[in-house]
């Protein structure tokens, strides 16, 4: 019997999210705001649905993937009736951890599941179904959704019943990945005043003591200043580093670079760049620098 999916969001990250699930075999029903943009995945046999409420069929499986907290919240007020008792919601957006103990003390009241499943990997990666998965919840609830999950990453890692886990996690990650990338900026800012090639400099650090996928990937964005279309925008980036920030102050740890890298952002949305790709930051470093 085919498992009938509804996926809510189908931004850079969910349309080939969605798609991925198609191909698994999956029967899934969307849900968009833009409609335009769900209708774009008819011909591949997605059911688009006019709410949220009209994509979700009872005890099933719904996922989410939305743009922040605000969001989420406001889509969430219709799952838990519409999935009632049996039902799995699987939140993968980057939200705080106490979105996620909300939302699961929600579900509870009507018998359904949650579990905070947030994502590592750009767009590009997300097609090739090579996102990194991290879960936190009900054992049993993550277990049933592990297939679905599956279809979609190339990896699952659990941290716990404790459901803002994940999404603690997640932000961990995301901060270490715009530390990496004001650190690349400013290094390019100095090889390039010294007169070394921009894509030399960080072809040779993402072979050798760098070889990693951040600094690989983030250092060919940024050394040739490839920030449009964006894959991950800045605005977005300023909403991660916030939460990372309100986290940190909850939970009385100081973190000076998150300080740092808030300030880069802060000042590339003042100049207009919030709809360019987060790797943006390293313009303010280049015009430190003079180089611009």
Not at 5 to 23: C, D, E, Q, T, W
Not at 179 to 197: D, F, P, R, S
């Amino acid at each position: 019997m085919t498992i009938p999916v509804s996926f809510i969001g189908l931004g850079n990250m969910g349309l080939p999210m969605a798609r991925n699930l198609l191909k698994a075999g999956f029967a899934v029903t969307v849900f968009n705001r833009t409609k335009e943009r769900a209708e774009t995945l008819v011909t591949e046999g997605v059911v688009v649905a006019d709410s949220v409420k009209a994509a979700i069929q009872p005890g099933s499986i719904v996922i989410t993937m939305l743009a922040n907290d605000a969001a989420l919240m406001d889509i969430a007020r219709d799952i838990p009736a519409a999935l009632g008792k049996g039902g799995l919601h699987i939140s993968m957006s980057t939200v705080s951890p106490e979105t996620s103990r909300t939302l699961l003390a929600t579900h509870a009241a009507v018998g359904s599941d949650f579990i905070a499943a947030p994502v590592f990997g750009r767009p590009e990666a997300a097609a090739a179904q090579k996102l990194w998965i991290c879960t936190s919840g009900d054992a049993a609830a993550i277990v049933r959704a592990r297939p679905v999950l599956a279809a979609m990453s190339q990896g699952i890692f659990e941290f716990g019943a404790e459901v803002g886990a994940a999404n603690v996690l997640k932000l961990t990650g995301n901060f270490m990945i715009i530390a990496a990338i004001e650190a690349m900026a400013e290094a390019l800012a100095l090889g390039e005043k010294n007169g070394l090639n921009r894509s030399d400099l960080m072809s040779f650090f993402g072979q050798t003591i760098f070889a990693c996928p951040i600094y690989q990937n983030y250092g060919r964005i940024l050394a040739e200043r490839a920030y449009e279309p964006a894959g991950f925008k800045l605005e977005l980036g300023m909403k991660d580093v916030r939460l990372v920030r309100d986290t940190a102050e909850e939970a009385k740890v100081p973190m000076p670079v998150a300080d740092l890298v808030h300030a880069r952002l802060l000042s590339a949305l003042a100049k207009g760049r919030g709809n360019l790709d987060w790797t943006a930051i390293e313009l303010a470093s280049a015009e430190d620098a003079g180089l611009r």
